[in-house]
């Protein structure tokens, strides 16, 4: 309530409405979330914060703070990462092991996710079925099998042979995610493709593609990501030191007597460069996937 002057010696009230509690509890809800969320944002940039410089640091540092400033920052823990302890090796391995893994991986699995999203037979739904399930298959049962398979064609401690496991592990998930982007196009596309001539191919590279790119950039982060950090395989199925990818190198730091802590840092800090580069660079295809549909 409120009161004003409308001549002299006169005033009138008028009532003011009052801030709905709806309102007020949303502003609060939303003050708490934004709370929540700047706390464990800071919680996860913590360990990275610290990685990074106690990269910087010395052993000597290392084991006196653990956890405070580099005194005199320097670099020799990562040329010691880089060129004497093989890191560079390491890290083109893993390179070639996780780009073709998912290149290869993506390739086939649009070519099969397109096939079988945009049929109408019971065949290719019986396929996809088959291409679903092995979403169910554990693949650390997988490893004698697979193994012994590699070791029979001579293909043990080549990364080719992890290219073609880590491809065949990933393309379930790809034609899942990819067959469900592609159900989500209007049939009037392709017969609007026809019309103008286009055959298959031409329709699949000029039409559909460009409309799932977000989708793609979907599956290739999300299928990057763990093979850039899987240990399990390389450890297994890789026993020539110079074919050995970052996860399994990292462990070559530790000694039995003594652990060079700088450089281990210092090669952590270069195992996650990648990583930290391939989502700022495809966060809004990722965003765009991940929320594709949800608006229908």
């Known amino acids: 309530m409120a009161t004003t002057l409308t001549a002299p010696g006169t005033a009138t009230t008028t009532n003011r409405p009052a801030t709905p509690p709806g309102r007020r509890t949303g502003g609060v809800r939303a003050a708490a979330t934004s709370t929540l969320l700047w706390v464990y944002a800071a919680v996860a940039i913590l360990p990275l914060l610290t990685m990074v410089l106690n990269s910087f640091r010395t052993n000597q540092e290392l084991v006196s703070e653990p956890l405070g400033l580099p005194a005199e920052p320097s670099l020799a823990a990562y040329q010691e990462a880089w060129i004497e302890a093989s890191f560079s090796t390491y890290f083109w391995n893993s390179i070639v092991v996780t780009v073709g893994s998912v290149a290869l991986s993506t390739v086939v699995s649009l070519l099969a996710a397109y096939a079988l999203a945009r049929s109408r037979s019971r065949l290719m739904g019986a396929l996809e079925q088959v291409f679903v399930s092995g979403l169910m ?81 979907t599956v290739v982060v999300f299928r990057f990501v763990p ?26 730091f530790f000694g039995e007597y003594q652990t060079s802590w700088s450089t281990l840092f210092a090669g952590l800090v270069i195992a996650t460069l990648p990583l930290v580069v391939l989502f700022l660079l495809a966060t809004k295809q990722i965003i765009s996937g991940l929320t594709a549909g949800m608006g229908k």
């Open 137 to 217: 298959m554990p693949v650390f049962l997988m490893i004698v099998p697979i193994f012994y398979l590699l070791d029979s064609i001579g293909m043990v401690s080549t990364r080719t042979g992890l290219v073609l496991v880590y491809a065949a592990v990933s393309i379930p998930f790809s034609v899942f995610v990819l067959g469900t982007f592609f159900r989500q196009l209007p049939g009037e596309l392709e017969e609007a493709a026809r019309i103008d001539g286009a055959g298959p191919l031409r329709m699949f590279w000029s039409v559909m593609l460009p409309l799932v790119r977000p989708a793609v950039a």
């Open 227 to 252: 093979i850039w950090n899987d240990f399990f395989y390389p450890l297994i199925l890789v026993r020539d030191r110079t074919r050995y990818t970052l996860p399994v190198g990292l462990t070559t």
